[in-house]
């Protein structure tokens, strides 16, 4: 194997090693930024909507009626075209539901059949209902990870005291969509930059070896006799090596000169 090959092999290991971890670690971090980029907003939608439910409670008690009368009118409109950058949004998917101070489901915008059934138990109202942050990520069809559906609940507070939560979920099916469109852009991007690099990598060890070659022939051609002038070197270490060759050269031909003219003399 040839230096140049040599060269080549060990620029090209190093650059496919760092720049595939490189972008495997972009990747892994992408989709949860856009986690975090779904949840925040839906710490906001719970909290002004659990101020709601408070502000139309009736005698300390949730006004779940209100509420319903609310997402019934919701879902009429539910149908919408919202051009956002390159992402059609044609339909509301946002879900919410209501529990009282024990959990108890009385209200659910997505599944009615959910009202009455104890969510106590899920993380998002238990630690909701004991004052601290409460959030859950759960799938609608379990091993399926595209149904996953995020939810973030804020406390209804009445008269002080916490009388029930607020929940607001999010489908995570349009941060997957764009995790996996940036995905691939980023795939695009770095196939195309690797493939660059290759090519720089190619004229680099073309730069090094080249010179050597140079070098190498002129210095048979030395071997063999031949008077050849030295190849043009540029600057640099690769310069300082042929002069160093020419050097050489020349004290050895000034030693031969020598030579020949002391046998010269003694004949």
Same mark, same amino acid.
């Given at each position: 194997?040839?230096?140049r090959?040599? +060269?080549?092999i060990?620029? @090209?290991?190093?650059i496919?090693v760092?720049?595939s971890?490189?972008l495997?670690w972009?990747? #892994?971090d992408?989709?949860?930024?856009y986690r975090?980029?779904?949840?925040?907003?839906?710490?906001?939608?719970?909290r002004i909507l659990?101020s709601?439910v408070?502000?139309?409670a009736?005698?300390?008690?949730?006004?779940?009626?209100?509420f319903?009368? +609310?997402?019934?009118?919701f879902s009429?409109?539910?149908?919408?075209?919202?051009?956002?950058?390159?992402?059609i949004?044609?339909?509301?998917?946002i879900?919410v539901?209501i529990t009282?101070?024990s959990?108890?489901?009385?209200f659910?915008?997505y599944?009615?059949?959910?009202?009455g059934?104890?969510?106590?138990k899920w993380? #998002?109202?238990v630690?909701t209902l004991?004052g601290?942050y409460?959030?859950?990520?759960?799938?609608d069809i379990?091993?399926?990870?595209?149904?996953? !559906?995020?939810y973030?609940a804020?406390p209804?507070? +009445?008269?002080?005291? +916490?009388?029930g939560?607020?929940?607001?979920?999010?489908?995570t099916?349009a941060?997957?969509l764009?995790?996996?469109?940036?995905?691939?852009?980023? !795939?695009?991007?770095?196939?195309?930059?690797?493939?660059?690099?290759l090519?720089?990598?190619? @004229? @680099?060890?073309?730069?090094?070896?080249?010179?050597i070659?140079?070098?190498?022939?002129?210095a048979?051609? !030395?071997?063999?006799?031949?008077?050849?002038?030295?190849?043009?070197m540029g600057?640099?270490e690769?310069?300082e090596?042929g002069?160093?060759?020419?050097?050489?050269? #020349?004290?050895?031909?000034g030693?031969?000169?020598?030579e020949?003219?002391?046998q010269?003399?003694?004949?």
């Amino acid at each position: 194997m040839n230096i140049r090959t040599r +060269i080549f092999i060990g620029i @090209l290991i190093v650059i496919v090693v760092g720049f595939s971890f490189f972008l495997r670690w972009i990747i #892994d971090d992408l989709e949860p930024k856009y986690r975090k980029a779904t949840e925040e907003p839906l710490v906001d939608s719970s909290r002004i909507l659990a101020s709601a439910v408070s502000a139309t409670a009736t005698n300390g008690n949730i006004n779940a009626a209100t509420f319903r009368r +609310i997402f019934e009118d919701f879902s009429v409109r539910r149908q919408l075209y919202a051009k956002i950058y390159d992402y059609i949004k044609k339909e509301s998917d946002i879900r919410v539901y209501i529990t009282d101070a024990s959990g108890i489901v009385i209200f659910d915008s997505y599944d009615s059949s959910n009202e009455g059934k104890d969510f106590s138990k899920w993380l #998002d109202v238990v630690r909701t209902l004991r004052g601290e942050y409460g959030a859950r990520t759960t799938r609608d069809i379990p091993g399926d990870p595209s149904s996953s !559906v995020m939810y973030v609940a804020s406390p209804i507070i +009445i008269k002080g005291k +916490i009388a029930g939560v607020l929940s607001v979920g999010k489908p995570t099916r349009a941060a997957r969509l764009f995790t996996e469109k940036s995905q691939r852009k980023i !795939v695009t991007a770095g196939i195309v930059v690797l493939i660059s690099m290759l090519l720089v990598a190619v @004229l @680099l060890s073309g730069m090094i070896t080249n010179p050597i070659k140079k070098l190498t022939e002129y210095a048979r051609s !030395v071997r063999d006799g031949k008077k050849v002038a030295l190849p043009p070197m540029g600057s640099g270490e690769i310069a300082e090596l042929g002069s160093a060759f020419e050097e050489m050269r #020349d004290t050895l031909e000034g030693r031969q000169y020598i030579e020949r003219y002391v046998q010269a003399l003694a004949h």
